[in-house]
């Protein structure tokens, strides 16, 4: 980094530029994106550092306190400390291929498989080497958050659960090879790394081959929507999320996961959720460009309805005016807040303003008050006693009288209005 760069970032919620990268990504996606750009986005992100990816996601959508910037930075350095142990381990020890073709004949791979991916099988095998339980370098704890797997390998064992520790093992892989080489192998509860045919059991270091009910097996960037999707660790003190936060989360989710059922009813959860808590806040205008995204009419209706309410009571007519339009009540609303402005007008004497307002509506006695409004506002500008020949100079302000009398319907004022043009 140079020195503005540096500035920048001590001011900025980002420590670094792939952190803003990730959050400039995230927060510009909606459900209409092209699914197929955006997992090649994903995918990209996660080949750069899939730690940084994984750990913002962390920070933003599950709200642990403990992942300030101060201590994001310093596992950022934690996973550099990972990566030079690990370049070491694997410089100091290297792989017998005889042996791991045999270990991997046993599940199926023979010697011509072996041979087109060698240097990638050699490689997971020093991952799996390195990461090994029984090494002591890698504990397995259930629901754990991903800051625990990020220490310093030579102070700590890295704790994780079973989607952490194959993060992992793909931000190691990812050093070295495409990540789009990996697969992902699910079963309910359970995710395992699956490379050409076999499974890496990351939680155990061990080849293996599933046969298990309702396995699946997933592309490699489908690691973030289960993480998304993974519970959270309790022992660690969260702060409240703001629900267009975890809408944020939801819409990636529905945009990268196959489970499309639960994504899709997570997103439409998070829409309500969202819509609401901007609703309580009185945010409507925000409100509202969420409803109309999500394409629920009733959320739609739900905050055309409350807004228009709101602003009437704060009589910003045309506020209210224009969230009414999105009301299934438009019509009745609409004559609501008309008869109010108007009222509202003719309180302040702006009576010209009221009778436009009131025709609108067709509120034709509330126009014909307005008119006598009008009357007795012109009669303010005649003095108390004239001459027959000072009465001449008001000749505007009579007719002006004579035509409101008129309008207003009121017989006293027309009778009124009579007699001062006699004397013109």
């Given at each position: 980094m140079n020195i503005l760069q540096k500035i920048y970032y001590s001011l900025s919620p980002y420590v670094d530029g792939h952190e803003r990268r990730i959050a400039k990504f995230l927060d510009g996606l909606r459900e209409a994106d092209a699914k197929q750009l955006i997992t090649k986005q994903v995918t990209d992100l996660i080949q750069q550092d899939i730690t940084v990816f994984n750990l913002w996601c962390e920070w933003r959508y599950r709200g642990y306190r403990y992942l300030g910037k101060s201590t994001r930075r310093q596992l950022y350095a934690n996973f550099d400390h990972i990566k030079s142990s690990f370049s070491d381990y694997s410089a100091q020890h290297t792989v017998d291929k005889e042996k791991l073709l045999d270990e991997l004949s046993a599940l199926g791979i023979d010697s011509e498989q072996f041979n087109k991916h060698a240097e990638q099988w050699v490689y997971i095998k020093q991952i799996m080497e390195y990461l090994s339980p029984a090494r002591g370098r890698y504990e397995y704890r259930e629901s754990s958050t991903f800051g625990k797997l990020l220490r310093n390998p030579n102070r700590e064992s890295l704790i994780g659960d079973c989607n952490?520790?194959?993060?992992?093992?793909?931000a190691l892989f990812a050093l070295k090879f495409d990540v789009q080489l990996l697969q992902l192998k699910t079963y309910p509860g359970h995710v395992a790394l699956h490379f050409d045919g076999i499974d890496v059991e990351a939680t155990r270091a061990e080849f293996k081959k599933y046969d298990e009910p309702k396995q699946e097996i997933l592309p490699i960037h489908e690691i973030i929507s289960i993480n998304l999707l993974d519970v959270s660790d309790d022992y660690y003190r969260t702060k409240k999320v703001p629900a267009t936060t975890i809408l944020e989360s939801a819409r990636l989710a529905s945009l990268i996961s196959s489970n499309q059922e639960l994504v899709s009813r997570n997103l439409e959860v998070a829409y309500n959720n969202s819509v609401a808590e901007?609703?309580?806040?009185?945010?409507?205008?925000?409100?509202?460009?969420?409803?109309?995204?999500?394409?629920n009419s009733k959320l739609i209706d739900a905050v055309g309805t409350n807004g228009a309410s709101f602003y009437l009571q704060k009589q910003d007519f045309a506020r209210a005016l224009k969230l009414s339009e999105h009301s299934s009540q438009h019509a009745q609303l609409q004559k609501v807040i008309y008869h109010n402005q108007g009222a509202y007008l003719m309180k302040k004497q702006n009576y010209h303003g009221a009778i436009d307002v009131f025709k609108k509506i067709g509120d034709e006695e509330a126009v014909r008050n307005c008119y006598v409004g009008l009357y007795q506002q012109e009669t303010s500008k005649l003095?108390?006693?004239?001459?027959?020949?000072?009465?001449?100079?008001?000749?505007?302000?009579?007719?002006?009288?004579?035509?409101?009398?008129?309008?207003?319907g009121n017989k006293t004022l027309i009778q009124h209005a009579g007699e001062l043009r006699k004397h013109l």
């Open positions: 952490q520790i194959v993060t992992l093992y793909i901007l609703m309580r806040s009185n945010s409507y205008d925000r409100a509202l460009s969420f409803a109309l995204q999500s394409n003095p108390k006693q004239f001459t027959s020949t000072e009465i001449k100079s008001y000749k505007g302000v009579i007719h002006n009288l004579n035509d409101y009398a008129n309008k207003s």
